[in-house]
């Protein structure tokens, strides 16, 4: 195929976008140090986010996103970004989270390249990117730091916390580790616990990427950075986030044409090869190598069972009013069958649950994609959702 | 985890078993020279074999079995070589394929590295092995270069010809080219065609092992193989292999013991890694690199429609009298949607058809695994088959 240059996809590498704005961590307890789960800290913190909607007085009309792995804070177009967000059609005035009525705040995650902390950051302490110096990350790390920034902003209150994929992971946690401040929670295509299969698929793009020899131990050049095994692990993630009915019925067996042909052995032939190769250089160009290796192994840490000995008693913290569990059938890496384990746990312990299987082709990444089947059911969640501040 | 050396696992490498044997092929009309599908053209062919049971007086009781990728022709246990083959439970006396009664021959692949001419074989024009001056190798070749082999051998007549995954599909081919050869068929977990998760799967594995830097353009050092590249390839396959439901059962979260961790970062840490990582460096240890991209890319070309325009036109030039085609619900790789395309095609153009789905939980290994469920249906099909050459 033609050569995908850097310039064609991103004139200027810029990770962050440009209507993203960040808030400073005083750490916990205003020492300046964040600590870890699994006994790291991080010292002078930042979380970079995008807010849409007015705040009201009484500061109870919020509504945090939490976003999967490779989504940036920037959920949605405004004045200052008109550029589509990740879920443009979800939020804005009028639509299904409703910026008329909520102030939406999105979260870029603790560990992320997106402007929030993470690997590739400045150590205050080396005045170099932090490499494999970076303390591991946690999924109840990356809620406890979006919980932080949001108490900087003054909210102590949210209305929702939605998530989905790693975000819905967050949002569980969120729910978990701040019980009292959640009201609703909205879970999608998410997961209480990392099972073996999904494991397995995470760990193996983490050892593609760590045995690109530019990867050099973690501790890689900014402008020598390890692509080739993003690329590649990038293509695996991508075939574990759709579903193989979708890419039968768009490529079947088509091939290239014959003129975009490389003369590498056993390059690209067929369409899907193609595909594959352009979005997973998107994502490659643009990714930090160790954001990826960072939060992959947080999502394999997750486990609810840590916060109560079973999983249902993990799940039996969250205490929020009303809670939406949405599965999709088409998914292979978070299946629907954790997706039953999560609203079955939260029935369990007598929460209030709306369980949706959503018809979808598009696999884990429906969630993005299937617009028709997504709105209705966060619109008719949301619209009947009252919640005032205690 | 503990380090595995070579020589826990391979004594001496050693690639060829030692009760198979090896038949020169002549070449097409004598020539010396091998056609080949797409183009080019391979001098004096070496096929591997093994065979059980006695050949009857009219040669006409043989059972032809083709392999899968990674398999040799070491499919049962002999005098000559008491150690299982990867067909033990299914092969041998008083079994389903019962060598009382048949003359059971199974042959290694072409473009293989267990005996028969693959990449890593000498080239006879240069005296050093092919590397990618090896031919591009079809199915289709693999089912011909078989085929001759056994007209080598006398046989012309086959009371059936049985394979899975890799091998059911060149039984599709075999049975397509040389229809009045053929008597009965069984095709296991195949494809009449490649789809395109597929050929995504494949296709990630061979990008992999081409970026191994000792891959070397595909002129690699026989001290010197891309076995990183081989492992994480086997990986990716091996995930495609098994179920996910089948890890859940076995592994679960369980971490591996504290003294076998190693430091690496992002090293192995859950039980499924280690299994995987295992499993995978036994085949990274063995399998010759070059051999796995030639036949996984044979894979992704097989499509039954060329020969007749359509997957059914192609299908109806198979004549076997009875047929018999076996899915498993859990494979991922080769869907059991493709199996019921196989069994509708053979059906429409007039085959006597026995479509089987087993309920297996091993994805599309099941075959190599579930003895109980795989033993009763090709012993019940074999029994009610009788055929006698013309």
Not at 75 to 85: F, Q, V
């Amino acid at each position: 195929m033609t050569a995908i240059t850097d310039k064609d996809l991103y004139p200027e590498k810029n990770r962050v976008p440009p209507a993203t704005q960040t808030i400073d961590l005083p750490g916990d307890y205003g020492t300046g140090d964040l600590v870890l789960r699994r006994g790291g800290k991080l010292r002078d913190v930042v979380v970079a986010y995008e807010s849409w909607g007015d705040l009201n007085d009484n500061h109870d009309n919020v509504i945090l996103i939490l976003t999967g792995l490779s989504a940036s804070a920037h959920a949605c177009s405004s004045e200052a970004d008109p550029t589509p967000g990740w879920w443009e059609y979800m939020i804005g005035s009028g639509k299904a989270i409703d910026t008329d009525r909520f102030h939406v705040i999105c979260v870029n995650a603790l560990g992320g390249c997106f402007g929030t902390t993470g690997p590739s950051s400045i150590n205050p302490e080396t005045n170099k990117p932090y490499g494999l110096d970076f303390p591991e990350v946690t999924i109840e790390d990356i809620a406890k730091a979006a919980h932080h920034a949001l108490v900087e902003m003054g909210i102590e209150h949210l209305h929702a916390v939605i998530g989905a994929s790693m975000g819905g992971m967050t949002a569980l946690a969120y729910a978990l580790q701040y019980p009292e401040e959640v009201c609703h929670l909205v879970s999608i295509s998410a997961a209480a616990r990392a099972l073996p299969f999904t494991i397995a698929m995470r760990s193996l793009q983490r050892e593609i990427v760590r045995n690109d020899p530019k990867w050099q131990g973690g501790y890689y050049d900014t402008n020598q950075e390890p692509k080739q095994g993003m690329l590649m692990a990038r293509k695996l993630g991508l075939m574990s986030y759709r579903a193989a009915d979708e890419w039968h019925q768009r490529f079947d067996r088509a091939r290239i044409a014959t003129d975009k042909k490389s003369d590498e052995p056993f390059g690209v032939e067929f369409e899907i090869e193609s595909y594959l190769d352009y979005n997973a250089h998107k994502f490659s160009e643009l990714f930090d190598a160790n954001s990826y290796l960072y939060l992959s192994r947080a999502m394999d840490l997750f486990d609810a069972a840590d916060h109560g000995g079973t999983v249902n008693a993990g799940l039996s913290k969250i205490l929020a009013l009303k809670t939406l569990v949405i599965g999709v059938p088409t998914d292979i890496l978070f299946p629907v069958e954790q997706q039953r384990d999560i609203a079955e746990g939260l029935r369990k312990s007598g929460r209030h649950v709306e369980y949706k299987e959503l018809d979808s082709i598009y696999g884990h990444d429906s969630f993005l994609i299937d617009k028709d089947r997504f709105v209705p059911v966060i619109r008719e969640f949301l619209d009947n959702t009252e919640c005032q501040a205690p």
